[in-house]
């Protein structure tokens, strides 16, 4: 076993104990390594940042805060609404309710910040129809997560090109294409952007200011708009 594997294996191997301790020599037992060598191995764990903790006495040892330390499967923001955006996707197959229960217990092992990082970013995303599966660029997507306004140029149905800055609000999907929907300085008011449509996109250094995002202002006539969530 490599160092880096030996890490990630201490650290579930007083997971899975917690609160309860391995002592060093059980460790070096258990990975057939020297004490030593533990000892130096949750030293550069908690330089880490890891929590993990030595208790003195007779039978003390290391032990790991599981309250403050994250499952293995613990969700970023970006995930746990991808996560959202692909089970919706399974309505009306008999997956459906399985998966949305999967992705609630997923949610429930994340931090509480984290969590109501995605459930306002989930707010934000709202699928068309049954569920859309086009792509966003990437710096679309970071965008939208650290709020910064885009220089883009994008082109109209007839290919001609405008440039314009936009303070990225949401977006809206189908199994066809993505919009990106932000407030366009150039027309001063809500606009839908289709992201294949984007010609060049680039993201500025200035913070897009908070708006609100109303579903009024993203009604597509004779089509059904409904909001993402996590719930």
């Known amino acids: 076993m490599n160092r880096t594997d030996r890490l990630y294996a201490l650290v579930e191997e007083l997971r899975a104990v917690a609160p309860r301790t391995r002592s060093a020599r059980w460790l070096a037992q258990r990975f057939e390594v020297s004490a030593r060598t533990v000892e130096r191995d949750i030293g550069a764990l908690q330089q880490a940042g890891v929590p993990i903790y030595a208790a003195p006495g007779r039978t003390g040892g290391y032990t790991l805060d599981k309250a403050t330390t994250l499952p293995p499967v613990n969700l970023s923001a970006g995930e746990a609404v991808a996560m959202a955006v692909g089970l919706h ?8 309710a399985a998966a949305r229960s999967a992705l609630r217990k997923l949610v429930a092992v994340m931090p509480e910040p984290a969590a109501a990082v995605a459930r306002e970013l989930a707010g934000r995303v709202h699928l068309v129809g049954e569920g859309p599966v ?6 679309v997507a970071d965008a939208l997560l650290v709020r910064r306004v885009l220089l883009i140029e994008y082109a109209d149905r007839a290919g001609a090109l405008t440039v ?3 303070e990225p609000l949401g977006y809206v999907g189908n199994r066809d294409h993505w919009y990106l929907i932000g407030w366009c300085r150039l027309r001063r008011a809500v606009r839908a952007f289709r992201t294949d449509r984007i010609a060049s996109v680039y993201t500025t250094e200035e913070s897009a200011p ?18 993402l969530t996590l719930d």
């Open 164 to 166: 314009r800055r936009i």
């Open 134 to 139: 086009a792509p966003v660029p990437a710096v």
């Open 89 to 96: 996707g399974l309505a009306g197959t008999p997956f459906h």
């Open 210 to 227: 908070a708006r609100p995002l109303h579903a009024a202002e993203i009604a597509i006539p004779h089509r059904r708009v409904s909001q």
